[in-house]
C-alpha cells in the first residue's frame, strides 16, 4: 500500500520562498502520475502541478515560472520547489497519485486515489 508523508511547510514572506517534500512508501506501478494539490477554507482544491513517469510536468497558471515539480528518484521523494511566494499561495498543500496505462493523461483531478496528510503553507508579511 503506497503511502505518502509531506513536509516542508511553514511560514514565509512574499517574494520568499519554501520547498515541500513528499515521501512515499510501498509500491507504484510504473507509470503514474503524482501532484501538487492546494486548498484554503474558501477555495475548491486546486492542481498546482504534476509530473508523469516520464518527466512530462504541467502546472496551474498562477505559479508557472515561480514553482518546480520534481522528483528524486532515488529517495522515492516528491518535491516543489515554490519561489516567488504570494500571499495567495497559502493553502494546505498536499501531495496525490494515481497509476496510469499507457496513453493515460494526469490532468483528471478525479483520478487521485492516494493522498498524503498535507503540510501547510502560509505567505504574509
Known amino acids: 500500500q503506497v503511502q505518502f508523508l509531506e513536509s516542508g511547510g511553514g511560514s514565509a514572506q512574499p517574494g520568499g520562498s519554501l520547498t515541500l517534500s513528499c515521501a512515499r512508501s510501498g509500491f507504484i506501478y510504473s507509470r503514474y502520475c503524482l501532484a501538487w494539490f492546494r486548498q484554503t477554507p474558501t477555495k475548491e482544491r486546486e492542481r498546482v502541478a504534476f509530473v508523469t513517469d516520464a518527466g512530462v510536468t504541467d502546472y496551474v497558471s498562477s505559479v508557472k515560472g515561480r514553482f518546480i515539480i520534481s522528483q528524486e528518484y532515488g529517495k522515492n521523494t516528491l518535491l516543489l520547489r515554490m519561489n516567488e511566494l504570494r500571499p495567495e499561495d497559502t493553502a494546505m498543500y498536499y501531495c496525490?497519485?494515481?497509476?496510469?496505462?499507457?496513453?493515460?493523461?494526469?490532468?483528471?483531478?478525479?483520478?487521485?486515489?492516494?493522498w498524503g496528510q498535507g503540510t501547510q503553507v502560509t505567505v504574509s508579511s
Open positions: 496525490a497519485a494515481h497509476t496510469r496505462d499507457r496513453f493515460g493523461t494526469c490532468d483528471d483531478d478525479q483520478k487521485y486515489n492516494i
